[in-house]
């Protein structure tokens, strides 16, 4: 567990202390800086060995490739921008950054800083770099932080730290063996050769969903509009479409239900792409004149691929089927005061679709859905199950939904390894490796 110097290091012996009594070996490594936010005698008194703080003139001979060698996860509680900086850039200055290059276990950050600096480009751009080599993120939330600021950077609360680690340590091949399609990002519906009918969906939730369930081990295709913007995840297919109609086939190939295609083997289907609900009637095949006036769009509808899968599976009535891959469906609402709850909405779809899960969240709320980096959502199912997930990052939310889904392929058997991943009963102590 790295610690390093932000005010939120306080949090870190309270980690320290749930993961040791989850059954975790603990073995602290605290920068300098960490050491003024926190006193290493307490982290020491917590932790399974004692707070190590140098790379040089400690017991160990080469104390970072010890540290690194024989962890089974490295959790860095809180991560301040020069970890994720120098970690991104690969550098190796002190025990923690030279520890986190000796490893090969998957690695848990969880930065915590002011907003301003979560939101420079630099932060960002380090961490987009470190997602894209599988370093995992909780966090951080939006909420008070130090000197009475509010905005995003607070780091994750100690439990969905230990629930993340608990996931990376015990469940990363939960879903081996499974396969699963996720369609990502907005529609766009062309009105002639550059312009289209389209949303403001950035793809960003579908993308956190891929790499949680290849995370876990599934083997996933992205049924994707953003993949010349976003970056895949690793170990993630992607197909690309642009419309409606070109996502329809390609989720209809993916799960054997297309003309002449083959019998689809999915376990999962999870539909967060915002699938335009019209496209233009007829598309100019080529640019409109602005001297030709202006055009009168004639609409028509797009077909519901949700809706159309959960037909062809057919789970409409009460209880579905348990054929066929559990279907995972979104629904952006604006919930208007006095109308009906956003679990209201939410239940109405899982009906109408034919669905097994749906994941509602009301875009008119700030910071929620659509173009943003964190997600408010609810999740149903078809045996009155409701989980609610406050605003969070979209990872934490992808995490969520695909716990919800694991739930019900838990009860459908399909799981091969082990269905319950409640926390901490199901929490072992890691196998150390002989070193
Ligand atoms: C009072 C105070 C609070 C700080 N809080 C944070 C923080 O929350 N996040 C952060 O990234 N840096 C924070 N910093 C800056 C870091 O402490 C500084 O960048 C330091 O070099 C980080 O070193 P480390 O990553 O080796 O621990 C803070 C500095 C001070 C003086």
Request: glycine letters at 12%.
């Amino acid at each position: 567990m790295g610690v390093t110097g932000g005010i939120a290091a306080y949090k870190a012996a309270e980690i320290c202390r749930r993961l040791v009594d989850a059954g975790a070996i603990v073995s602290p490594v605290m920068t300098t800086a960490a050491r003024r936010f926190l006193g290493e005698a307490t982290l020491s008194a917590l932790a399974s060995e004692p707070v190590r703080t140098k790379l040089w003139g400690s017991a160990e001979p080469i104390p970072h490739t010890l540290l690194g060698q024989r962890a089974d996860l490295v959790v860095v509680a809180p991560a301040t921008a020069r970890i994720l900086g120098v970690y991104a850039a690969g550098i190796s200055s002190d025990l923690l950054s030279a520890t986190l290059l000796a490893t090969r276990a998957p690695v848990l950050m969880c930065p915590a800083m002011h907003t301003e600096m979560w939101e420079n480009p630099a932060v960002a751009d380090n961490v987009a770099t470190l997602t894209r080599r599988g370093v995992r993120f909780v966090g951080p939330g939006v909420g008070r932080l130090a000197g009475g600021d509010l905005g995003a950077g607070r780091m994750a609360e100690p439990d969905e730290i230990v629930r993340a680690a608990a996931r990376l340590l015990g469940a990363s091949s939960c879903l081996e063996g499974l396969s699963a399609v996720v369609t990502a990002g907005g529609t766009r519906e062309p009105i002639d050769p550059v312009r289209y009918v389209g949303n403001r969906s950035s793809g960003r939730q579908g993308y956190a969903i891929a790499a949680e369930l290849a995370a876990r081990g599934a083997a996933v295709r992205l049924i994707t509009t953003v993949a010349s913007t976003l970056e895949a995840p690793r170990g993630v297919d992607t197909v690309e479409v642009e419309t409606a109609l070109e996502m329809l086939a390609a989720v209809e190939a993916e799960l054997g239900l297309g003309v002449g295609s083959a019998p689809g083997g999915t376990d999962l289907l999870v539909m967060t792409a915002a699938v335009a609900d019209f496209r233009p009637a007829r598309p100019a095949g080529e640019k409109m004149k602005k001297a030709q006036g202006i055009p009168a769009l004639e609409l028509v509808a797009n077909p519901d691929i949700l809706a159309r899968v959960g037909a062809a599976f057919k789970r409409g009535g009460p209880g579905g089927s348990p054929t066929g891959p559990v279907l995972v469906g979104f629904a952006a609402e604006t919930v208007r005061p006095g109308g009906p709850a956003l679990v209201d909405l939410a239940r109405g779809k899982l009906e109408a679709k034919g669905a097994d899960l749906i994941v509602a969240n009301d875009v008119s709320l700030p910071s929620v859905g659509f173009g943003h980096a964190t997600n408010a959502v609810v999740i149903v199912d078809r045996a009155g199950r409701v989980a609610e997930v406050p605003l969070s990052s979209k990872e934490a939310v992808a995490a969520a939904v695909v716990d919800a889904a694991q739930a019900l392929l838990a009860e459908r058997g399909r799981l091969c390894g082990r269905p319950d991943r409640d926390f901490p009963r199901d929490f072992a102590p890691p196998r150390k490796k002989d070193n």
